[in-house]
């Protein structure tokens, strides 16, 4: 603890995610929490996975779980930050709907995933910014999903994304000063469009490991990693 924050600072004045006392104004004093909509995708036609892929089961549980219930438990530390569960699948939106604040059938998302974030963001239309996973990201880590929002709520970026070395990755940010841009989607185009074109607003957060990043495309990807679970928690 420093002073009287209710938090624990690393040595470059960062909060260590999950320390802040979020009952309170952010942990400087200074700042109010945003209100944050994490809109998590999992709608995608797994074309070239063979099946379903986010229905595959891993380490005891459909892969669409993994990262959907890290991020319910991060929630649960931010009273401001809500997850917006977005599929075309009815079966996913009911076996999902106690992990998410709010859910949403998508039935366009057949057709690209622009239908997929602009669904999403009329369930969070009263939002300051929006943060975008997708489901098919089970090594993704929980203090790497709760540091980057942290991070990004801070600064009050514009755009945000995770990267590693040179390579960008999901999750992505963006502030509602976008959302225009993001409603203009069309087809399969993604929010990366948006982040491409205005390279100069981008806040990065280095990820340690491309482990995380990576995203399930193909079925023999999952017989030479490692357990979701244990990775997750290494």
């Known amino acids: 603890l420093v002073g009287s924050e209710m938090c624990i600072r690393d040595s470059n004045r960062s909060v260590v995610p999950g320390t802040a006392d979020h009952k309170r104004k952010d942990c400087d004093g200074t700042l109010e929490k945003m209100r944050i909509r994490m809109i998590y995708m999992a709608a995608g036609n797994s074309r070239r996975f063979g099946s379903n892929k986010l229905f595959y089961p891993i380490d005891g549980k459909p892969m669409y779980r993994h990262a959907l219930e890290r991020l319910a438990a991060i929630c649960e530390r931010h009273s401001e930050w809500k997850i917006v569960l977005v599929s075309q ?17 998508s039935p366009e998302s057949r057709d690209g995933a622009s239908w997929t974030i602009k669904n999403g963001l009329k369930e969070a239309d009263d939002a300051e910014a929006f943060v975008f996973f997708t489901a098919d990201q089970p ?53 990366r469009k948006i982040l491409e074109k205005h390279p100069e607003e981008i806040r990065w957060y280095p990820v340690a490991h491309a482990k995380e990043l990576e995203d399930v495309d193909y079925n023999c990807l999952l017989y030479t990693s490692p357990s979701p679970r244990d990775y997750a928690a290494s």
């Open 89 to 105: 699948y009815e079966e996913l939106l009911e076996q999902g709907r106690p992990f998410a604040h709010r859910t949403v059938f």
């Open 139 to 191: 090594w993704l880590r929980e203090k790497t999903m709760e540091g980057f929002v942290c991070e990004m709520e801070k600064q009050h970026a514009d755009l945000g994304s995770v990267c590693q070395g040179e390579t960008p990755g999901n999750p992505v940010w963006f502030s509602r000063k976008y959302l225009p841009d993001l409603r203009a989607l069309s087809g399969d185009q993604g929010g």
